[in-house]
């Protein structure tokens, strides 16, 4: 159920919103600066294109203090405009029945999209 279910977030605009992610990951790594920032972004765009089946769990061997504030940077750069974007578009599907398995992939990449660091989808 959860590859007929990835397929059709692929089809109806998963494919095109991971490819987001992805490139602007790459556009984040030209800097070095931005090289940690884009790897999470290029992460979020890979768990972006196959949501069904998979949740998203906290690394145990993740460093704390780096940890900590690269997500509080990535909060105040990128995470909130995504977080809000995954928020309205799960609202949105949340209107009809059908809609509802994906509203419910939406809002479980809330905070992933919020706090990537020490998170992945698995």
């Known amino acids: 159920m959860s590859c007929l279910g990835n397929l059709v977030w692929l089809v109806f605009g998963g494919f095109v919103a991971g490819m987001g992610y992805i490139l602007g990951g790459l556009g984040l790594c030209i800097t070095i600066v931005g090289i940690p920032f884009g790897v999470q972004s290029m992460k979020l765009g890979v768990a972006t294109m196959s949501p069904f089946g998979r949740e998203i769990v906290v690394l145990e061997d993740s460093p704390g203090t780096m940890e900590l504030v690269f997500n509080i940077i990535w909060a105040i750069l990128f995470g909130w405009e995504i977080a809000v974007a995954h928020l309205v578009h799960g609202l949105i599907l949340a209107i009809t ?26």
């Open 97 to 122: 029945v059908v809609g509802m398995p994906f509203a419910v992939q939406h809002f479980k990449l809330i905070p992933l999209a919020l706090f990537p660091f020490g998170r992945e989808l698995r």
